[in-house]
T-cell receptor
Framework: EPEVTQTPSHQVTQMGQEVILRCVPISNHLYFYWYRQILGQKVEFLVSFYNNEISEKSEIFDDQFSVERPDGSNFTLKIRSTKLEDSAMYFC????????????FGDGTRLSIL | SQKIEQNSEALNIQEGKTATLTCNYTNYSPAYLQWYRQDPGRGPVFLLLIRENEKEKRKERLKVTFDTTLKQSLFHITASQPADSATYLCARPLRAGSYQLTFGKGTKLSVIP
């Protein structure tokens, strides 16, 4: 079964540094998402992306965050200047055309900010 | 804002019994609810979707119900097995037509042999 893949599985970064998290969504999916999960807390929506632009974003997704689909397969999340509170699991997800379709999640990137 | 609450943080159950997990929501009924399973260190895995006009949905040993009067969904696992031990998440769309899912905190199910 096709799956969403994320790299790296674990990223350790100094506070203030830029970090890019990478995702390869399922190939025929049209909608792409980033979520985060702080340890012990709920999965929180960050942003959705469709047709090469952001379609929805949460309050968490401030100017420090950006997303890009640099080519036909990758979907990236960039955090410009990381803070300690950015430490979390970051999940990429994708879905097909209807909003009610299940979202397929990758296994996440654990981001640790030192 | 639309909220999802899963009141039990943890549920322990004997192997072979039926596990019942509860999800409550606030404000208007969503068009659908989704249930996901999450294992430690892994991403959520979709299990079932139930729409507002459906009372019940089944998939193998799983059953989910949707009660718009109580603003509640119940998730049942019959003949539970140790392999069913995981955290189960309930999710709803933030608003009609939105692709943004709002998740509950999850219920950690432990099935004891």
């Amino acid at each position: 079964e096709p799956e969403v893949t994320q790299t790296p599985s674990h990223q350790v970064t100094q506070m203030g540094q830029e970090v890019i998290l990478r995702c390869v969504p399922i190939s025929n999916h049209l909608y792409f998402y980033w979520y985060r999960q702080i340890l012990g807390q709920k999965v929180e929506f960050l942003v959705s992306f469709y047709n090469n632009e952001i379609s929805e974003k949460s309050e968490i997704f401030d100017d420090q965050f950006s997303v890009e689909r640099p080519d036909g397969s990758n979907f990236t999340l960039k955090i410009r200047s990381t803070k300690l509170e950015d430490s979390a699991m970051y999940f990429c997800a994708s879905t097909s055309s209807l909003s009610s379709q299940p979202q397929h999640f990758g296994d996440g990137t654990r981001l640790s900010i030192l | 804002s639309q909220k999802i609450e899963q009141n039990s943080e943890a549920l322990n159950i004997q192997e072979g019994k039926t596990a019942t997990l509860t999800c409550n929501y606030t404000n208007y009924s969503p068009a659908y609810l989704q249930w996901y399973r999450q294992d430690p260190g892994r991403g959520p895995v979709f299990l079932l979707l139930i729409r507002e006009n459906e009372k019940e949905k089944r998939k193998e040993r799983l059953k989910v119900t949707f009660d718009t009067t109580l603003k509640q969904s119940l998730f049942h696992i019959t003949a539970s097995q140790p392999a069913d031990s995981a955290t189960y998440l309930c999710a709803r769309p933030l608003r009609a037509g939105s692709y943004q899912l709002t998740f509950g905190k999850g219920t950690k199910l432990s099935v004891i042999p």
